[in-house]
């Protein structure tokens, strides 16, 4: 089961420099995400989501492959994969996975304009290592599924760490 939360930072480029982290994090197996997405409300207060991955371009890449392989079966496997990458980005544009859009949107409008937020589905972490990794970014925590137990748990520990870094 994956838990969501959601970090407020005073702009984009500190969320996204968090996500960045998190991402190599997960490549040392220290953290397993879900989804990461970085929500900013600007300063007109229009909310913008920046996604860490383009379903549109895995699916054109997916319905290419799909699609080559089928058409060489009928002996054109170039239209197999022009078809198939055109069917693959409708599909990948039309899906969604991760935090719901709607929600993303609507904690967005939460922010002060110009800050940003990163929201994190985590399916598994080892919290004693991530957060002295990511703590030195600041941020403050603005929303969790956890329970308030362990809710309460992660805000001693991530200002333990902050503490530590002055």
């Given at each position: 089961?994956?838990?969501?939360?959601?970090?407020?930072?005073?702009?984009?480029?500190?969320?996204?420099?968090?996500?960045?982290?998190?991402?190599?994090?997960?490549?040392?197996n220290l953290?397993?995400?879900?989804?990461?997405?970085?929500?900013?409300?600007?300063?007109?207060?229009?909310?913008?989501?920046?996604?860490?991955?383009?379903?549109?371009?895995?699916?054109?890449?997916?319905?290419?492959?799909?699609?080559?392989?089928?058409?060489?079966?009928?002996?054109?496997?170039?239209?197999?994969?022009?078809?198939?990458?055109?069917?693959?980005?409708?599909?990948?544009?039309?899906?969604?996975?991760?935090?719901?859009?709607?929600?993303?949107?609507?904690?967005?409008?939460?922010?002060?304009?110009?800050?940003?937020?990163?929201?994190?589905?985590?399916?598994?972490?080892?919290?004693?290592?991530?957060?002295?990794?990511?703590?030195?970014y600041g941020?403050?925590?603005?929303?969790?599924?956890?329970?308030?137990?362990?809710?309460?748990?992660?805000?001693?520990?991530?200002?333990?760490?902050?503490?530590?870094?002055?």
């Amino acid at each position: 089961m994956s838990h969501l939360i959601a970090v407020a930072y005073p702009d984009v480029a500190t969320a996204q420099a968090v996500r960045g982290r998190l991402t190599e994090l997960q490549q040392q197996n220290l953290i397993t995400l879900e989804d990461a997405v970085v929500v900013e409300r600007r300063q007109d207060g229009k909310i913008k989501l920046h996604q860490a991955t383009s379903m549109t371009g895995l699916g054109a890449s997916s319905g290419a492959l799909w699609g080559g392989l089928i058409g060489m079966l009928f002996f054109m496997p170039l239209f197999g994969m022009a078809l198939g990458a055109a069917a693959g980005a409708a599909s990948g544009a039309m899906s969604d996975v991760g935090v719901d859009d709607d929600f993303m949107r609507q904690l967005a409008t939460r922010l002060e304009p110009g800050t940003a937020a990163l929201l994190a589905l985590v399916v598994r972490s080892t919290p004693d290592k991530v957060i002295p990794e990511i703590s030195s970014y600041g941020g403050h925590i603005i929303q969790t599924s956890l329970s308030n137990e362990a809710e309460a748990h992660l805000r001693e520990t991530v200002q333990a760490a902050r503490a530590g870094h002055q």
